[in-house]
């Protein structure tokens, strides 16, 4: 029969305000139900019916009037309706004799009917000497009194219903403990309590017992052990009387028939191991009758468990030991996220010495086969611009790699490749295949042959591994201008002619490496004095969330702005200011701006 929730903290206050409010809100709230409950209990008392029917009647008369409900309630307070001259009949003797003897609260009800013959109400037709109402006040002035005017939180609280249902159906009722508010002068007066009712006569005998302080705090000590698995034990040296909380029978394994496990058998339950530890624990205890606190672990019938334990020695007045106390707390739990927390930082730690060794490896394996990482070369009726810069991070170091060089027939070759994937594998990758060409490159085959040789090359030394790559290789010819290549799933070549930047037509045959036997085709293109060719790695036009044709559309638009005759270093400049913008890369960049002279 509450009023209604109240609005929660709001606005921006220090926590001592925020504090404040919520308490003025709460006793509000407080104060608003109780008056409320009692005036339904008065309303209910006056038109002879039942609680639940009269605060029905108060919220109908609130609605209809569009006025709030304590308004409505403290506009129809009268004070306390008499108790009928029915319901005052004679208590039998047997029920104060009953009472007399009894050592708690109790008292004995009589009900109260309507024209009905049905039960709307009780009175207290009897008190038992000891009854003291939820503050400790004696209950005898509730004598002749209504249930619901005496103790209106006997319908807040559920009580009036349950003495109800006994009545109607004979069955008597015990509950408890559980929460019992009373409604005293406007306010809400909150106790623990357990009661009992049985039919006796034409009434009820109900007893009641409201719990203390030491009583609810043994209540939740004992709920918190439950819930933070916490045993507590004793074993009393003197009688050899063992006291265990049902916890300590969890901890250590063992069932009800088996009952407490004796001190001397205790270490025995010790793994081997750690019974080192708990011998310095009772040592400890019975030798210097000082506290000690030990962790070992148990054989428990499900399995090892850690325990971890505080022991205090009990003495006589003359200092002899005769019991010991013990806390116990099963950590098992928490040493297995340790172990696991300690496993994945060992596992992290390795795995990053791995990796920075990996890079140095890498680092050093990309330095002797790629020296030179920036700058120009001269060649037969060329200018090669380049640029390299691998990856930053271990993951992300790559297998990017170029050649460029002379030939003994007067032809330069041109070539620049990526190993798929990333760190020591891509690196070592890249020195096979750059090493494997410039090999096969003195035979003075064609582009397409070397590239037919250098797929069977990758393919077959990589056997049992996955380990692809790709690349362009192409001959120069200094004499005719005509470069003639081949592409084995690569980027295809920039030109630049006379400001105009397009891609040269390709045909790419599949990646080095990924088939036993591939055929590649061979590409010719002749060049004038003047153009720039650009050959690159995916890493300068690949950007997370960007599809790779919108990078090649940015390289072209980059490159159109080349002017003619420009040095391949400054073509560069502009093209990594153009196409970076100071952006971190993911993967490796390398780029060969070709001027033909």
């Known amino acids: 029969m509450s009023a209604g929730p109240y609005d929660g903290l709001g606005g921006s206050h220090s926590a001592g305000e925020l504090i404040g409010e919520q308490l003025e809100r709460l006793r509000t709230g407080m104060r608003r139900e109780a008056v409320v409950d009692a005036v339904t209990c008065e309303l209910a008392a006056r038109m002879e019916i039942r609680p639940r029917e009269a605060f029905e009647y108060l919220t109908g008369l609130s609605r209809e009037s569009g006025v709030d409900v304590l308004d409505v309630a403290l506009s129809m307070r009268g004070g306390e309706p008499p108790v009928p001259e029915e319901a005052r009949v004679e208590v ?14 109790a008292c004995y ?41 005496g103790s209106p939180g006997s319908v807040r609280s559920g009580l009036y219903d349950a003495f109800i249902r006994v009545m109607e159906t004979g069955e008597p009722m015990y509950r408890g403990p559980f929460e019992y508010v009373e409604i005293m002068e406007d306010r809400l007066w909150p106790a623990s309590i357990t009661a009992r009712a049985v039919p006796a006569g034409d009434g009820l005998l109900v007893s009641w017992r409201t719990h203390d302080d030491e009583e609810r705090l043994v209540a939740g000590w004992e709920r918190a052990q439950r819930i933070a698995e916490l045993g507590w034990g004793e074993w009393n040296l003197a009688t050899g009387r063992i006291r265990w909380t049902r916890q300590m029978y969890e901890i250590f394994g063992r069932e009800d028939p088996e009952g407490p496990l004796p001190i001397e058998e205790f270490p025995g339950q010790v793994v081997p191991e750690d019974r080192g530890v708990v011998d310095e624990g009772l040592r400890t205890l019975l030798e210097y009758r000082e506290a000690a606190e030990t962790e070992f672990r148990v054989m428990h019938r499900h399995g090892i468990r850690h325990v971890r334990m505080v022991s205090e020695p009990v003495l006589d007045s003359e200092g002899l030991l005769i019991a010991i106390r013990v806390l116990a707390l099963d950590v098992t739990a928490s040493r297995r996220r340790e172990r696991a927390l300690a496993a994945a930082h060992s596992g992290v730690v390795r795995a990053r010495r791995r990796a920075e060794e990996e890079r140095r490896v890498a680092v050093r ?233």
Not at 110 to 139: C, E, K, N, Q, W
Not at 507 to 513: A, M, T, V
Request: proline share 5%; with cysteine; net charge negative.
């Open 109 to 149: 009800l009589l009900p109260i009917r309507d024209r009905s013959g049905r039960v709307v109400d009780f009175h207290y037709a009897a008190v038992s000497p000891a009854a003291v109402d939820v503050t400790g006040s004696s209950a005898h002035g509730l004598l002749g009194r209504r249930l619901t005017m």
């Open 365 to 597: 394996l990309q330095d002797s086969i790629l020296p030179i990482r920036r700058g120009t070369i001269d060649l037969p009726g060329l200018t090669v611009g380049l640029r390299y810069y691998p990856g930053e991070e271990v993951d992300r170091l790559g297998g990017d790699w170029y050649k460029a060089r002379e030939m003994p027939d007067g032809h330069v070759l041109l070539a620049i490749g990526d190993a798929m994937g990333h760190g020591l594998t891509a690196a070592s990758l890249m020195a096979q295949m750059r090493s494997g060409l410039a090999g096969l490159a003195y035979t003075g085959a064609s582009a397409d042959r070397l590239t037919t040789w250098l797929n069977e090359l990758i393919y077959h030394s990589t056997a049992g591994i996955t380990a692809t790559g790709t690349a362009i290789v192409g001959h120069f010819a200094p004499a005719t201008h005509v470069l003639a290549w081949a592409c084995a799933g690569h980027p295809a070549p920039v030109l630049v002619r006379e400001g105009t930047a397009v891609l040269l037509p390709v045909r790419p045959g599949p990646l080095l490496g990924a088939e036993r036997s591939a055929e590649y085709e061979l590409e010719s293109t002749v060049l004038q004095s003047g153009d720039l060719v650009i050959l690159y790695t995916d890493g300068i036009v690949e950007r997370r969330g960007r599809d790779i044709e919108e990078g090649i559309e940015a390289l072209l638009a980059a490159a159109r702005s080349a002017g003619p005759g420009e040095d391949p270093e400054r073509v560069l400049d502009h093209l990594l200011t153009e196409l970076l913008r100071d952006e971190r890369t993911e993967d490796d960049i390398c780029v060969l701006a070709i001027r033909v002279l």
């Open 92 to 105: 039998p003797h047997w029920v104060w004799v009953t009472l007399d003897v009894v050592h708690v609260s």
